[in-house]
């Protein structure tokens, strides 16, 4: 276990053992029903407000997904807590309205929280598609030129730097009828590089001719 994971399980520990020990030292141990149900949902309030963000599907925006989960839970953990005090201090004999009270308090929690999780889930895939979609032109264009400062054949060079425009140039969101289109393109960048380095640039030149056409066939596509 990692030094940071062992400071975010010692904090989390540290309510624990504070709430035990006032608890026990203060009301002991012989208490009905109702007190020790709301002693247990403190517990399980408190548990669930750390554990719940690590529902959160792991990808670059985790950390942004998962706040308004800890909020949520929070303010869970805080209505709880809050409600079991004050059922503690009344201790009322009957443990049924307890029990309701709690089962209501986890019915409304879980239910906003699977409503965020359905929602995160649209979220989390409308945050890959567009970092997907913006890769096709990030990366062909940033190999391009790469290849267009590698090479001193002057027509060659003008010709790399005009596809470099065509693709630099390129709408970022794409679609599912011109992924083959983006594969071609960068199979075919990736094909030119090896052509200008084993020096073959007539190759080269049917290779840029390729790239092309089906870059702006791509393009023409997703006018429509």
């Known amino acids: 276990m990692s030094k940071k994971n062992v400071l975010w ?57 998962a706040s308004p989960i800890y909020m949520i839970s929070s303010v869970y953990f805080i209505i709880v807590f809050i409600a079991s005090l004050i ?29 965020y999780l359905i929602a995160n ?10 970092k997907a979609n913006s890769e096709y032109v ?3 264009a940033s190999k391009l030129q790469g290849i267009a400062h590698s090479i001193d054949d002057n027509q ?11 693709v630099n140039s390129s709408p970022t ?17 990736e094909s030119l590089e ?3 380095a084993s020096e073959d640039f007539e190759t080269a030149k049917n290779t840029i001719a390729k790239i092309q056409k089906d870059a702006n066939e791509r393009n023409r596509r997703l006018k429509y």
């Open 138 to 140: 990030k990366e062909s």
């Open 173 to 189: 969101k794409s679609k599912i009828e011109v992924r083959d289109y983006e594969v071609s393109v960068m199979d075919s960048i």
């Open 194 to 196: 090896e052509n200008i």
């Open 87 to 115: 059922i503690m201090l009344i201790h009322p004999d009957k443990a049924k309205a307890t029990v309701v009270i709690q089962i209501v308090l986890l019915g409304i929690y879980a239910a906003v929280l699977i409503t």
């Open 121 to 130: 889930e649209y979220t989390a895939n409308n945050l890959e598609k567009s």
């Open 9 to 65: 399980l010692t904090l989390s520990l540290i309510f624990l053992i504070v709430f035990n020990v006032v608890f026990f030292v203060i009301a002991g141990v012989d208490h009905g029903a109702s007190v020790w149900i709301s002693y247990v949902f403190i517990h399980i309030a408190y548990i669930v407000m750390w554990l719940a963000p690590l529902l959160i599907r792991k990808s670059d925006h985790t950390a942004t997904l």
């Open 156 to 166: 060659l060079k003008k010709q790399i730097e005009k596809l470099y425009d065509i």
